[in-house]
């Protein structure tokens, strides 16, 4: 549990941290700053830069709370042998494979035996060696054993060697080290933490070093994070100012002390010493093994976490383990079959003992049981231990003989069947995703089935039912809406191209522009509205972090502008601005430079405060060439409007409000612009404390916050942006389609009201036959008294049935309610006592729509709801702040999207696309647990008629376990005789079509109503199971009653009777029969009739050539036809009412299927791969 | 590099060489296998298919039930009991001690054959209650002892009759040990009755299972002696009743072929036995039959198969009836989404 919470909090800390980092201002090195002869050169101040406080202050913040000596790890810059002095670190040579030659046996051995099912196997293995218990020979009892031992040792032993071949490339990569004051190559496995590496532009960084120095005069360096969490954009990160210059001389008097090695690859506290100053270092300081540095042509850093203990290698370990819910149902009937092992056992041994008592007198002489052994000359009991030993010995063997009662194999055959069920899911094309080039992943291979189950959804929006790419939209500027762009026609799409040096200029991307605002954009600032268009579009271009870069395309003259970035909300608005004709070109710390309609403008950048989630605005102070010195400041509407200065302009600021209302309405993303000209006296105070704070040594970022507040104030409002983020290509379809099939379907967004509500009707969660019901409560009391009155509403309308019927709720006759709710009022509840109200609230709900949550909410809401039901849920999302929710459903699922892979490294399934949770849950996860819920059962009855058969047999021995059936058959009952169809059909056997599932999405309720597997199936089964064992064994006893029958005859009968049987009541059960069915059912029973005239064939065994005898009589084969008609009727005729009389849904839906009636009952047609449907504006 | 950008938007898209997009596509390669897309038989369990199957069946099983029957009826089957009538009144009260004492135990049985018998009549003998099957019985034997000279001291499962006086007994084991060595002999009208022991056990036996250079040593040597002895001089590939014997039976009660007499006995036809009672299962209450028997296509006489068959046979005939009623009473339209549950407003199951 405490893990888990760690986790948690740590997660959401990496969340937060992202957000900072991805407003940090950057320098651009030289190299990437294009035109600069040709702009003027201006007498620019230096300045400091408030983004690098921001850095500086996580650093500090921590600092405050001193690393302790025994948390830390210190690092004597160029000093290894130091470093390494007192603790050993690890060096650089990674390991992932797990065995050595000489370790390989052991280790894996241990590893395989983790699993209860070997241990069960050795332990009756082991028993079976007592030479009181030798009921099967040595051979026999071990080989099945040594059999599955051997597969899986030889399927790892090829991983691991797999593993370490790469291992061995990976440590032999060479790397620049510092030796004796000039760099050298060293291969990766010898570098040492300590050592000062040297890495070029797009080099593999070959452990987590600590910046000090770049190519870059103001210590920028850009890495790339692909191979760490997926995402393709550039990072920045500096080397601190105090160790510039001092690449080579006098490095070794750094100390660096530094927490231990962590999996959190967003987080990093250190202090560096340097030259006796206490410098701290955060995340931003740091680069990471694995990533690349790009547009840099050199860094120089030192190492300080290296091979295992780098962040990467830390996160590589697996997905978390989890047990499917069938599973944990199964366990239950695993138990009563053990009762019933222990019971059949019982009974053998209370007989045996009454046998015994009956006959004590006789025992000495009896021919078959000569207790005494007179060979030698002292006559003594022969293999006879006393009456109680006898009873005991008697009660293991029956353990041995019945072992498979309990059928260990499907522990076996259940993976087996996963890992083929994950192959198909893997490899449905349905469920390739084209934009992200991406298919779907399982990650977590022992919870398919459960994907048959989900009753609750749990969603996040932004980027997984939205695209996270965003667009820009709408204007509204100056009081005056541009909403005109037609989205329906591509060619309106403006890419504004501008001439530099005789090249041409384009932004990467292409926006819809509205022609109104386009004309006045490029009518220049003479009209009034001109002035304020000039204004919108340049706050735009330069208030963001974004970095311009030129790439060069397959046409020499032109080349591409790509704005990079990590908000994709200030990427839409840069691309916007471009397009308007306000082209942002280059970025350095001290300057941008805009293209404005052509026109190159140099803007000085005299101070950037980042965006921040308290504070939710950010703001520049631009120097312009006129020198007058404006600050503008973007930010969300609600702390937007709190500094705007309400005195002018007040029917601006009403008709602005009225646009952010029905922007938002229309669920577009709003920012509001804002700008304020600066006196000069107002500037210089501004500065002198902008500069104190940035310096300071405490509170750093407290300081800067209160700087930045001070200057963001009593703005003017220029306008507002509206950026769309666009809903995924058939996200409203799969909700309904969700919805349908009776899963609610909760969204849990950071949005707000506003926006989620109107992108719940636009993703069809939200209908308008639907009853909303809004809690938006400020305390305690108010939420309780909101939800007491929202119960009651809600079960009025959705009428007495929901709680009592929960299979009626589909038919009957009801008004949907939608539940939403805010964060805020989750503070109140969660956590609380009031978490029974809600639930009990939302049960009534279809749908429920949570806003304003933060990521650890997320996860409160999913425990909220998995605490309380027994119901499936599942989580889906796709950034680090989902990464809580995701661990804490009972499936999580991960979107490969924009946001990096966090979320895909902690789920269980990973997909490109919202939409193919349809084909997931309502195909894959239908079938899943249809062939995962039968394969249990037909196990348990495949293993358990046999078993019945031993135990009818012992009955006519004495009591005394013998076998008919020859020890090897009873062996390769379970390992060849039977299993390869029960796998194939759990692998490949479809109850219904793709097709009929999709379109049906009722008929996932069978998974919901557990209709495969439940205790009434285990319990009929059983029965039947009792009765095919009874026909399989009486037949052949009373037609041989008083013969010359020897026991393997009889035995070899039963064998085949008992294969032919068990194939053809799986025959029976099969839906579809396809080629690799036929081959699998057919093809065992041939392989058995082989197996066991082999076996006949072998003349030291007792039953040598019994089977040929046995099959020249007329009598066996009357016997075998009369076992199978007799012992598969009943269930031909139950099977047969039951479906004709009480047919389920899948039932008919499959008669349907087979005789074309599945007309559209009020079922919405859904296109499972929509490639050329237009997308959803 | 633009892998994140949506390649509809971006003007750079057409730039991008396709085959190299192709090439790299990760798009899962459409199989009809990976797709489960196999063309399938879907059968389904219709009214018509349902009442047909067991139509046939009812068909197929009631000629073979009377065939059965009949053929059991054919079979001429004499049993007769003599573990006590064998034994003189007086030594009634201790079957034990007489079986066990030393002296003639020559009986004579009369049998009076009740109907015609076609030669080969099979000559059994039956014995109830003995536990060919017990799990200390059937593993005490060394079947590599019994296939091959060299393997004589393999005696290691045979105990406890695994050595005599030191030295290995071949065959070794309580089997072999306790070998049934009761004798019959036949005659009718004061002539006798020829009865053919060879061929009775399984020529695969002879052959293969029961070596040709093995010959019986130090056999019922020991204190305790189990049942009958061996000629020494025979291999055992031609002991016959051994290799009969050592065919365990997999019941309690069972048969073993003591021969065959080759001529046909008519009705009212009185067989005089004079039998060697010397087999011990006075000790626990086994009993002892002599059973002579013709033999049909279905073997011997046994009326099970015959009535199983008939039963299924008829009960599938009825339920096929049930089914066709039930079916013109009540039918129901298969595929017909009406029925599915949430176009039903009511439940009706």
Redo the contacts between chains.
């Keep these: 549990m405490d893990s888990n919470a760690s986790i948690e909090s740590e997660s959401y800390r990496s969340f937060s941290s992202r957000r900072s980092i991805s407003s940090h201002h950057s320098k651009l090195s030289a190299s990437n700053s294009i035109g600069e002869a040709t702009c003027a050169e201006m007498g620019s101040k230096k300045v400091r830069h408030g983004s690098r406080g921001g850095a500086d202050s996580e650093g500090f913040n921590l600092s405050q709370k001193e690393i302790s000596d025994e948390d830390a790890r210190f690092v004597y810059i160029n000093d290894p042998a130091r470093t390494n002095e007192r603790f050993e670190y690890a060096r650089n040579s990674i390991r992932t494979a797990k065995y050595s030659v000489i370790t390989f046996l052991p280790r894996n051995l241990f590893e395989q035996f983790h699993r209860v099912a070997y241990i069960y196997f050795l332990v009756i293995a082991i028993l079976n060696q007592l030479p009181q218990l030798a009921v099967f020979g040595r051979g026999a009892s071990i080989m099945p054993l040594a059999f599955v031992l051997l597969v899986t040792a030889v399927k790892d032993a090829y991983e691991d060697y797999r593993r370490h071949r790469s291992d061995r490339i990976e440590n032999n990569r060479l790397a620049l080290v510092l030796v004796d004051g000039e760099f050298r190559d060293k291969k990766w496995k010898d570098i040492e933490v300590g050592e000062i590496i040297r890495v070029r532009a797009n080099e593999t960084l070959p452990c987590d070093m600590v910046l000090l120095s770049t190519s870059d005069p103001t210590g920028v360096a850009y890495i790339q994070t692909i191979n760490l969490d997926g995402e ?2 550039l990072k920045t990160r500096y080397a601190k100012q105090e160790t510039l210059s001092k690449i080579l001389e006098n490095m070794s008097s750094g100390l660096i002390k530094c927490e231990k090695p962590n999996r959190n690859i967003y987080g990093f506290h250190a202090n560096m010493e340097v030259d006796g100053k206490r410098l701290s270092l955060g995340a931003s300081n740091i680069i990471l093994r694995g990533c690349e540095l790009k547009n840099t042509a050199w860094a120089v850093g030192v190492a300080v976490y290296a091979g295992q203990e780098t962040k990467v290698m830390l996160n590589s370990s697996g997905a978390p383990s989890k047990r499917s819910k069938l599973e944990k149902r199964m366990n239950v009937e695993i138990i009563l079959l053990s009762f019933f092992l222990i019971t059949l056992c019982s009974i053998v041994s209370v007989l045996a003992a009454i046998w015994l008592r009956r ?1 004590r007198d ?1 025992l000495d ?6 207790r ?4 030698e000359t002292d006559v003594e009991n ?2 006879y231990y006393g009456w109680g030993w006898e009873i005991f010995f008697t009660f293991l063997m029956s353990v041995i003989v019945f072992q498979i009662m309990i059928p260990i194999s499907l522990y076996i055959s259940m993976e087996l069947v996963r890992v083929g069920q994950a ?2 899911m ?4 349905g469920m ?1 995703d ?6 779907f992943q399982c990650r977590a291979l022992n919870i398919n089935e459960d994907l048959g189950q989900i009753k609750y959804v749990f969603s996040d929006k932004t980027g997984t039912l939205t ?1 996270n ?1 965003m ?1 820009f939209r709408s204007a509204s500027i100056w009081g005056v809406d541009y909403s005109g762009g037609n989205p329906d026609l ?1 060619s309106e ?1 403006v ?1 504004h191209e501008v001439e530099v040096d005789g090249k041409i200029l ?1 932004p ?3 926006v819809r522009a509205d022609p109104e605002l386009l004309r006045l954009a490029r009518g220049g600032r003479e009209s009034e509205q001109g002035k304020h268009v000039y204004d919108f579009f340049l706050a735009l271009a330069s208030c963001n972090t974004i970095v311009p870069f030129v ?1 060069d ?3 020499p003259s032109v080349k ?1 502008v ?1 704005y990079q970035g990590e908000s994709p909300d200030e990427q839409a608005l840069v691309y916007a601005a471009a397009a308007y004709g306000f082209m942002l070109i280059e970025r350095t710390s001290g300057h941008i430079v805009v293209d404005v309609q052509g026109e190159k403008q140099r803007f000085n950048v005299l101070g950037l405060h980042e965006f921040e989630s308290d504070r939710k605005r950010m703001s520049v102070i631009l120097g312009f060439p006129d020198k007058s010195v404006k600050v503008f400041v973007k930010g969300a509407d609600t702390t937007m409007f709190s500094v705007i200065d309400r005195t002018s302009n007040n029917n601006v600021l009403q008709a602005t409000e009225g646009h952010l209302l029905s922007y938002s309405s229309m669920g577009l993303r709003t920012l509001v612009v804002g700008m304020r000209e600066l006196s000069n006296s107002e500037f210089d105070k501004w500065y002198i404390a902008f500069e104190a704070a940035s310096t300071a040594l405490m509170g750093r970022a407290a300081l800067l916050r209160k700087v930045a507040s001070s200057i963001e104030s009593n703005l003017c409002v220029i306008g507002a942006s509206a950026i769309e983020d666009k809903l995924q290509l058939g996200v409203p379809e799969a909700i309904e389609s969700l919805r349908m099939a009776d899963i609610k379907v909760w969204v849990l967004t950071g949005d707000k009201q506003e926006t989620a509500i109107s992108i719940g009707y636009s993703s069809r969660l939200l209908t308008s036959r639907m009853n909303q019901i809004i809690i938006n409560s400020n305390s305690k009391e108010l939420c309780r008294k909101s939800l007491e009155d929202a119960i009651i509403k809600a079960k009025k309308l959705s009428g007495p049935n929901v709680s009592s ?1 929960m ?2 709720s ?2 009957a006759v009801t008004i949907p309610v939608g539940l939403i709710i805010d964060g805020t009022s989750l503070v109140y509840i969660l956590d609380s006592e009031l978490e029974e109200l809600l639930f009990q609230l939302a049960s009534h709900c279809s749908v429920v729509l949570c806003c304003r949550v933060a990521p650890l909410q997320k996860a409160g809401i999913v425990a909220l709801v998995k605490k309380r039901t027994s119901d499936m849920t599942l989580a889906i999302g796709d950034g680090a702040n989902d990464v809580s929710m995701i661990q804490c459903a009972d499936v999580g699922i991960g979107i490969s999207g ?1 946001e990096g892979r966090q979320a895909v490294m902690a789920s269980d399934f990973a997909m490109g696309q919202f939409r193919f949770l349809v084909p997931l849950l309502l195909v894959h996860g239908h079938w899943n647990y249809q062939r995962m819920g039968y394969m249990i059962l037909y196990n348990f009855y495949r293993n358990a008629v046999f078993v019945l058969i031993l135990f009818w047999y012992v009955l ?3 009591f ?3 076998t ?1 059936i020859n020890e090897w058959s009873s062996v390769l009952y379970s390992v060849i005789y039977t299993s390869v169809p029960t796998i194939v059909v759990g692998i ?1 056997d ?1 109850d219904l079509s ?1 097709r009929t599932l999709s379109k ?1 999405p ?1 008929l996932y ?1 069978a998974g919901h109503r557990q209709e495969v597997y439940n205790s009434k199936h285990f319990w009929l089964t059983m029965v039947d199971t009792i009765w095919q064992s009874a026909a399989a064994f009486f ?1 052949p ?11 393997p ?3 070899d009968l039963w064998t085949l009777a008992a294969v032919i049987l068990v194939n053809l009541h799986l025959a029976m059960d099969i ?7 036929h081959a699998a059912i057919w093809g065992s029973i041939v392989a058995t009739v082989i197996c066991v005239i082999v076996i006949d064939a072998i ?4 039953g ?2 019994a089977i ?2 046995a099959a020249g ?3 066996f084969w ?2 075998l036809l ?1 076992i199978i ?2 012992a598969l ?1 009943p269930r ?2 139950v ?2 009412f039951h ?5 389920s ?1 899948i039932q ?8 074309g ?3 559209d ?2 079922t919405v047609e859904i296109e499972m791969n929509p490639i050329l449907e237009p ?1 959803r504006r | ?12 898209a057409g ?1 991008v060489d396709p085959s190299v997009a192709r090439r ?7 199989s009809r296998f ?12 219709t ?1 018509r298919w ?1 009442i047909s ?1 067991f139509l046939l ?1 009812s068909i197929v ?1 009631i000629p ?1 039930g009377v065939a ?1 029957l009949l053929a059991s009826h054919d079979v001429v089957e004499i049993v007769d009991r003599y573990d006590t009538a064998c034994i003189p009144d007086s030594a009634r009260n201790d079957k034990v001690n007489y079986i066990q004492s030393p002296g003639n135990k020559t009986c004579t049985r009369n049998i009076t054959v009740t109907k015609h018998m076609k030669k080969p009549i099979y000559v ?1 003998y ?1 014995l109830d209650n ?9 593993k005490s ?1 060394s ?2 002892q019994l ?1 091959s000279n060299g393997s004589a001291d393999d005696v290691s499962s045979c ?6 006086n030191g030295q290995p007994i071949v065959p070794c084991g ?1 089997i072999a ?2 070998l049934f060595n009761d004798t019959y002999d036949f005659s009718r009208n004061g002539q006798q009755l020829s009865l053919n022991k060879k061929g009775i056990s ?1 020529k ?2 002879r052959e ?2 029961f070596g040709k250079n093995v010959f019986p040593r130090n056999f019922q040597n ?3 002696i ?2 009958g002895s061996l000629n020494d001089s025979l291999p055992l590939s031609e002991q016959e009743d051994l290799i009969v014997w050592m ?11 003591y021969g065959k007499i080759e001529d046909d006995l008519q009705v009212n036809d009185v067989v005089m036995v004079t039998l060697e009672n010397r087999y ?1 299962t006075y ?2 209450n086994g009993k002892k039959k002599l059973v002579l028997s013709t033999a049909s ?4 006489k ?1 009326d ?2 015959g009535i ?2 008939l039963t ?1 046979g008829g ?2 005939f009825f ?1 096929a009836m049930v ?1 066709t009623v039930v079916y013109l009473v ?1 039918p ?1 339209k ?14 009706w ?1």
Excluded at chain 2, 24 to 30: A, D, F, L, Q
Excluded at chain 2, 297 to 300: H, M, T, V
Excluded at chain 2, 336 to 347: E, I, V
């Design positions: 393709s954009n006959h006789k002489n009896i021919p078959y049981y000569r005494k052994d007179y060979s022969y293999n192959f198909f893997i490899r449905d094309g390739y084209e934009a992200s080039n991406s298919r695209e790419k667009e591509q799409q890419a384009r990467k991307m292409a790439v395309t397959e046409d591409l790509d019927n299979e009626g589909s038919g924009q006519y021995t004495c005394t376990l013998t008919a490949l479809k793709k049906h009722q309720g037949i006893l009373l037609a041989y009653r008083k013969s010359t029958v020897d026991g005859s009889i035995g839906v579809s029969w396809t080629w690799v069915t003349p030291i065994l007792p040598y050539w040929f005898h009589t007329w009598v009357l016997c009369a008609v007799a009727v031909l005729v099977k047969f479906q004709y009389y009480c047919p849904d008919i839906a499959r008669e349907a299927e087979k005789y009636r599945l007309r009952h009020g997308p | 590099m633009n892998s994140n950008t949506p390649p509809s938007t971006s003007v750079a730039s790299n596509s990760k798009r899962p390669k459409y990976t797709q489960q897309e196999l063309p399938a038989c879907k059968p389904i369990l009214p349902v199957a069946v099983f073979i059965s059994y039956q003995f536990y060919q099957n017990h799990r200390r019985y059937v034997r079947d590599a296939r105990e406890p009759e695994d050595k005599s309580l040990w306790s399984w695969s036996d293969h299972k020991g204190s305790l189990g049942g065919r365990t039976a997999a019941l309690p009660t069972f048969r073993k072929l011990n000790s626990f296509w279905l073997g011997g046994n099970f198969l199983a068959y299924v009960l599938c339920l089914f009540k129901r298969l595929g017909d989404p009406s029925y599915l549950s949430w176009n039903r407003n009511s439940g199951h």
